[in-house]
């Protein structure tokens, strides 16, 4: 028996059925699960009863697990980040984004599974960056295909100490992760597409514009990718594990509650994003 797809939405996104995460080996089952993800950027399985080993186990099939690069102060094994909160807004998760762009090198993707839930809320939403791109004027992708961009770790980590989420020492991880240029516009290694690829958490200024002309067109393109047209919503259980590709989406969770929510995420090593060639 196959994989049942059931796409999410126009865009980005489709449910997945007929395989168990837990106990799946097959290569075979492996190479579909990553050809649909390649085709629909965000996997979404079902009735799942995973644990944080099985959880590790089945993402290794995609690659070596790229442990969190600063770790949250909420415990877990080490290739597990924990993210443990109760009032989340201005956190920045609520804001939309990729994951760790501030690395060299940042996930191919992360996988994640909620461990416990508010009674309401808590949705996350997720948006192709394919299609955010695509649908720029022509003279917008040009300009865009040939510029690099910072990604500073500095916001986030920030964030996460002030609000108990880390006990790192700014200064040591600043040391440790200095900032990083991306391409704007990167060609995804497996499809060869196109991605927008800045994030409002870790973008700071655009490589050879001047201050104002960065920030115009890092504020448009940070509300560019806002659009609904580029968007699935998923809202979760405790036996649901998404599987995004972190090269081509951004996400956004909903911070929408108040009581405890606990999500757990592996992530499973990338290369260096590669521009456009032009």
Same mark, same amino acid.
């Given at each position: ?185 990167? $060609?995804?290694?497996?499809?060869? %597409? @196109?991605? /927008? ?7 700071? *200024?655009? +490589? =050879? ?44 969770? $909903?911070?929408?509650?108040?009581? %405890? @929510?606990? /999500? ?7 290369? *260096?994003? +590669? =521009?456009?060639?032009?």
């Amino acid at each position: 028996m196959g994989l049942s797809i059931k796409q999410l939405s126009a865009n980005v996104g489709a449910q997945i059925e007929g395989v168990d995460l837990a106990g799946e080996s097959d290569p075979s089952m492996i190479a579909a699960i990553r050809a649909a993800l390649l085709e629909h950027q965000v996997l979404v399985f079902r009735n799942q009863d995973l644990t944080p080993e099985s959880h590790i186990a089945f993402s290794k099939h995609f690659g070596e697990i790229k442990l969190p690069p600063v770790a949250t102060a909420h415990g877990g094994p080490p290739e597990i980040n924990v993210i443990d909160q109760t009032d989340p807004r201005g956190e920045g998760a609520d804001a939309w984004h990729a994951d760790n762009t501030y690395t060299p090198t940042p996930p191919m993707g992360s996988l994640l599974r909620v461990l416990q839930l508010p009674a309401v809320g808590g949705d996350t939403a997720f948006a192709s960056m394919y299609a955010a791109y695509e649908a720029l004027t022509p003279s917008i992708r040009s300009l865009c295909d040939g510029l690099a961009a910072v990604h500073d770790v500095t916001g986030s980590i920030t964030k996460a100490i002030a609000r108990g989420h880390s006990v790192a020492n700014l200064a040591d991880i600043q040391k440790k992760l200095p900032p990083v240029e991306h391409p704007v516009v990167i $060609v995804h290694p497996e499809t060869g %597409r @196109r991605a /927008l690829f800045v994030n409002v958490n870790s973008t700071t *200024r655009l +490589v =050879g514009l001047s201050e104002a002309e960065s920030e115009m067109l890092l504020r448009f393109l940070f509300e560019h990718v806002k659009q609904p047209e580029f968007q699935a919503r998923v809202r979760w259980d405790t036996r649901t594990l998404v599987f995004l590709d972190n090269r081509c989406t951004q996400h956004y969770a $909903v911070a929408d509650y108040r009581e %405890r @929510r606990i /999500l757990h995420r592996v992530a499973v090593e990338g290369d *260096r994003p +590669v =521009g456009v060639r032009v």
